[in-house]
T-cell receptor, first 112, second 113 residues
C-alpha cells in the first residue's frame, strides 16, 4: 500500500520567514496530493491540493510543488504569521480505493 | 450547516465497556471514512465505506465494527474498550469518483479509564 513520509516533524520559524515541509510517497499510482492544516483541538482542513498533471500550484502565501518522477511534493508558506502555527499534514491518494494516506504531520510554530 | 458532524465530541468510559460514535454528512458524498488520531497526532485510516459498502478495512481489531445504514451515515461501534483505544476519532467524507478533498468531522475524543 501507499506510504507517505513527511519531514520535518517540527518546524520553528520567525514571523515573516518562510516554512517548507517535504513529503515523499511510495505508490506511483497516486495522483492527488492534498495538504491539511490542523489547529489545536480542531479538525484537519484542506489548505491546498495538487494533482499529478500539475507541477506547481499557488494560493496567496502558500504554494505546493510536485515532482512525480522523484515521488515527492512540498508545501511552501511565505511571510509566515503567528496564525500559521498548527500541525500540517500531507496526504496522497488515487490508488487502492482512493483512501487518503497521511504523512506523520509537521508541527509548525511561528514565533512573533 | 455543519457538513460532517459526529457525536459525541467527548467520550469518557471504563475499560470493558461498549460505546458508539455517530457520523453524518450532508454533502451528498458517496464515501465516508473513519480515521484514528493518536497522541502523537498521527492520522491513520481505519475504514472506508462507499455507498454503504465497506471498501477499505485496515488492520483494525474486530472489536471495532462500522455500520453504514445509508450513504450519509457511518457509525463506529467499539466493543470491550481497552486503554489503548484512547484517541481522537475523526469521521470524514469525500466524493470517491472525483478523488477530491475529504471533509472531516470535529472529532470525538475517546478516553478509556
Amino acid at each position: 500500500g501507499e506510504n507517505v513520509e513527511q519531514h520535518p516533524s517540527t518546524l520553528s520559524v520567525q514571523e515573516g520567514d518562510s516554512a517548507v515541509i517535504k513529503c515523499t510517497y511510495s505508490d506511483s499510482a497516486s495522483n492527488y496530493f492534498p495538504w491539511y492544516k490542523q489547529e489545536l483541538g480542531k479538525r484537519p482542513q484542506l489548505i491546498i491540493d495538487i494533482r499529478s498533471n500539475v507541477g506547481e500550484k499557488k494560493d496567496q502565501r502558500i504554494a505546493v510543488t510536485l515532482n512525480k518522477t522523484a515521488k515527492h511534493f512540498s508545501l511552501h508558506i511565505t511571510e509566515t504569521q503567528p496564525e500559521d502555527s498548527a500541525v500540517y499534514f500531507c496526504a496522497a491518494s488515487g490508488a487502492a480505493g482512493n483512501k487518503l494516506t497521511f504523512g506523520g504531520g509537521t508541527r509548525v510554530l511561528v514565533k512573533p | 450547516d455543519t457538513a460532517v458532524s459526529q457525536t459525541p465530541k467527548y467520550l469518557v468510559t471504563q475499560m470493558g465497556n461498549d460505546k458508539s460514535i455517530k457520523c453524518e454528512q450532508n454533502l451528498g458524498h458517496d464515501t465516508m471514512y473513519w480515521y484514528k488520531q493518536d497522541s502523537k497526532k498521527f492520522l491513520k485510516i481505519m475504514f472506508s465505506y462507499n455507498n454503504k459498502e465497506l471498501i477499505i478495512n485496515e488492520t483494525v481489531p474486530n472489536r471495532f465494527s462500522p455500520k453504514s445504514p445509508d450513504k450519509a451515515h457511518l457509525n463506529l461501534h467499539i466493543n470491550s474498550l481497552e486503554l489503548g483505544d484512547s484517541a481522537v476519532y475523526f469521521c470524514a467524507s469525500s466524493q470517491l469518483i472525483l478523488n477530491t478533498e475529504a471533509f472531516f468531522g470535529q472529532g470525538t475524543r475517546l478516553t478509556v479509564v
